[in-house]
């Protein structure tokens, strides 16, 4: 039976009606949902820009997912006040108060799946659980499930989820004044042509573009009260998306175990976003007064995002991605 909230058909009419169109969100993509409502190329690029959110062009991305993200940022979008690590502070001084006990470096290497609850295996140890939470990539944690009592729908899962594409990312610190250039507190989409699907080409042929597009953005300005930063200084991360084959080889090794073939990878690709990012912030190059970079590779080692993906599994409209286990 339907159970309908409201005190008129008309209401019910119009639950009815969105309830089919959430229906058709989840099952097409955010290009599908552009076309729809949309004729200027331009326009839809507008809507799309974001996209490197999702790791996924628009003609990949779930449309219920695109607007989920579009709504974040028409809603001012939000960044925590010490950066990243703030967060993770808060949950690890959260859970040790309630009496967790945590490893530092201890990968999870299988789960089996009993009767009665889990046996994890970690640091050459097992811990016995009647439940587990994982905030990993969701392929690599299903990925780790042993034993007889695994679902075939879970394997079957695993099986069918992609990564996403991981990123090359550039972090520095300047003594350039980027407010007076104008930088704010907004990020910056960098995309050279309107055609987004077209900047995504050579990343699923599995190379990084000479001219690769970016995001540009300054945690300093997001939050100049907790961001720690010399005085007279600003910090900028330039991003952008980047295949994880290339440097599958390199997984393995920690950084100075790479070799000088990783360094030189890095360093001709880590090269091209300052000098392309100098289109907003004229002398970039030059003021770098200390300058990191991350790959596909950085990603795998600490936190083993499945091919080096940024964003676990490829947010696309199948039914496997979105819906729960």
């Known amino acids: 039976r339907l159970l309908i909230n409201g005190p008129n058909w ?29 004729r200027d190329p331009l326009l839809k690029a507008v809507f799309a820009g974001p996209a490197g959110d999702l790791g996924v062009p628009p003609s990949r991305a779930s449309a219920f997912v695109s607007l989920g993200i579009l709504n974040h940022y ?18 690890v001084t959260a859970l040790e108060a309630r009496g967790a006990l945590l490893h530092k470096n201890a990968p999870v290497t299988r789960i089996d799946v009993m009767s009665d609850g889990f046996a994890v295996h970690a640091r050459g140890e097992i811990y016995e659980a009647r439940s587990v939470v994982s905030n990993a990539d ?40 980027i407010a ?57 991360e330039i991003i952008t998306m980047a295949p994880g084959e ?19 990878r890095k360093e001709t690709i880590s090269a091209r976003l300052p000098a ?8 970039l190059r030059d003021p770098l007064v200390l300058s990191d970079r991350s790959t596909p590779a950085t990603v795998w080692h600490f936190v083993r995002g499945v091919a080096g993906g940024i964003y676990g599994p490829e ?3 199948d039914p496997s991605v979105l819906r729960r286990v």
């Open 74 to 91: 028409l809603g001012g979008a939000y960044f925590p006040v010490g950066g990243g690590g703030a967060m993770r502070d808060a949950f």
């Open 10 to 38: 008309q209401d019910a009419k119009t639950s009815i009606i969105e309830g089919r169109e959430l229906a058709r969100l989840m099952s097409e993509t955010f290009a599908e949902l552009l076309d729809r409502h949309l």
């Open 276 to 283: 392309g990012a100098q289109r907003y912030l004229p002398g």
């Open 315 to 317: 947010l696309s409209p």
């Open 138 to 177: 969701v392929a690599l944690t299903l990925g780790l499930l042993s034993g007889a009592d695994v679902p075939g729908r879970i394997r079957d899962k695993v099986e069918r989820l992609k990564p996403s594409l991981g990123a090359c990312v550039v972090y520095a610190a300047t003594d350039l004044d």
């Open 180 to 236: 007076a250039l104008g930088m704010t507190d907004a990020n910056i989409w960098h995309y050279g042509t309107s055609d987004i699907d077209a900047c995504y080409a050579e990343l699923y042929a599995g190379r990084v573009p000479d001219e690769p597009f970016f995001i540009l953005t300054s945690p300093s300005l997001k939050d100049p009260e907790g961001h720690v930063v010399p005085n007279g200084h600003q910090t900028v």
């Open 246 to 264: 290339p440097f599958r080889r390199y997984f393995d090794g920690r950084p100075p175990r790479r070799g000088d073939d990783y360094a030189a």
